[in-house]
């Protein structure tokens, strides 16, 4: 299994990505960067080269670009996994971990992040759940994909994509699972994605908190 943590190049993604890396360290996992998509490698025409419909980032809590970027990040590691057939843990900048994660039987996605904003359910057992927290993924700041996985989420991307927690839900899946207690937090004070609106619902959100 490889980790990997995307960011984008300006310095508070990058500050950001390295205390991610770091407070993985202080539990024995070597995460990588990853350098995400942004709004300035033009995601709306690689999109259209992969087929991707757009429809669904058109949605009233992220900026267009700025969501359709980010799936298309997450979309890069699916790629990267079913490519090399080796699973693959994804976190985003903002992720910090705060326990070790453990290496666990799972079907083909498993989220191990603390829910990052609205109302959540908290699982009834420890380890290994199917999704109930949210029936999304609640964040997608922090999960493991395996290869077998990864090929059905580029699958139906060419169909449903939509925001990436929106889209790994169990509607489409019936392999998405979480890990509880969950061993991964968000710490944030800005957003790369969301809007005004869609940062508002976020429990980091508050004074200073800044749209980049």
Known sequence: MRAFVIYIPIPESEKC????????SQFGLNVEL??????????????????IPTANFREKYSR???????????????EWSAHNNEEVLIFEHDAVITDTIPDVPYRGVLSYGHPSYGKWVTPSTLGVNKLVSKQYLPGAHAYRVKPEAAKALLETAKTH?????????????DFVEEYYPWPVLVRESFSTIQNETGCQAKHGYGDGYRLL
């Open 34 to 51: 990853f350098r995400g998509v942004t709004p300035a490698d033009h995601p709306i025409q690689l999109a259209e080269e992969l087929n």
């Open 64 to 78: 267009y670009e700025n969501c359709l970027s980010a799936f298309l990040s997450h979309r890069r590691l699916w």
């Open 17 to 24: 990505a390295a205390r991610c890396i770091n407070s993985a």
């Open 161 to 173: 994509a939509g925001p990436t927690d929106l889209f790994i839900r169990n509607e489409l899946f």
